[in-house]
C-alpha cells in the first residue's frame, strides 16, 4: 500500500496494490496489519456505510461533536471529489481543507481521522462510496456545515450542487460550527 501525507498530514491518501489479469483485477481493501505497518495507526472500525449518489450530489461536510468519527472512504463505482475539513481548534492546520478525487478506476482511499468534517460531490453519472468508521453514528451528535461556505474556500469541481439533503440545506457556517479542542 502506498501512503502520501496531505497539506494537512493528518489525513492520508492511500493507494492499494491491485493485481490486473484478463479476468479484471484483485486488490485487498482492508487488512489491519497492512494498515498498522503502512500508517503507523491502530484503527478499530466498527461501521461500515455504503451511498450511492447521482452525478453533482453534494454529501457533507459532516461531523460528530461527540463520538468523533474517523472514516476511511473509497470508491467501488464511479468517481468523487472527497474533502476533509480541520475541525480541531488546537491544531496549525485549524479550518484548512484538502481534497482528493476517489474513482473505482484509481482504487485510491482517503484516511479522515476524527476531528475533521467530510464531504463529497459525485462527479460521475452515479457514485458508490463505502466506507469505515471508527466510532458509531449518532443522531444527536451529528452536525453539518454547509458545502459553499465562503470562509472554508473549497475548491469544489464545480460551483453548483445539483442535490443536498435537507439536513445539508440547513448547514450552518464554518464560523458559527461546534468544533474540537
Known amino acids: 500500500m502506498d ?7 493528518d489525513v492520508l491518501l492511500l493507494t492499494p496494490r491491485v493485481f490486473p489479469d484478463d479476468r479484471g ?40 461533536v461527540r463520538h468523533a468519527q474517523g472514516k476511511l472512504v473509497r470508491v467501488v463505482a464511479g468517481e468523487i471529489f472527497d474533502v476533509a475539513v480541520d475541525l480541531r481548534r488546537s491544531s496549525p492546520t485549524f479550518g484548512r481543507w484538502v481534497g482528493a478525487a476517489l474513482s473505482a478506476e484509481n482504487h485510491r482511499q482517503l484516511w479522515i481521522p476524527a476531528g475533521f468534517a467530510h464531504a ?3 462527479l ?7 466506507y469505515k468508521a471508527s466510532d458509531y453514528y449518532d443522531r444527536e451528535a451529528e452536525r453539518s456545515i454547509r ?9 469544489w ?13 440547513r448547514g450552518v457556517s ?5 468544533t474540537y479542542p
Open 124 to 130: 460521475s453519472e452515479s457514485a458508490d462510496v463505502l
Open 120 to 122: 463529497f460531490m459525485a
Open 174 to 178: 464554518f464560523r458559527e460550527a461546534e
Open 25 to 64: 483485477f484483485f486488490l485487498e481493501s482492508w487488512n489491519a496489519r497492512t494498515w498498522r505497518e503502512a500508517t503507523g495507526l491502530d484503527t478499530t472500525f466498527v461501521q461500515d456505510n455504503h451511498s450511492r449518489s447521482a452525478r453533482g450530489v453534494v454529501r457533507g461536510l459532516h461531523y460528530q
Open 147 to 155: 458545502w459553499d461556505d465562503p470562509e472554508l474556500g473549497i475548491a
Open 3 to 9: 501512503v502520501v501525507k496531505l497539506d494537512i498530514p
Open 157 to 169: 469541481p464545480s460551483d453548483e450542487a445539483s442535490a443536498l439533503s435537507d439536513k445539508d440545506e
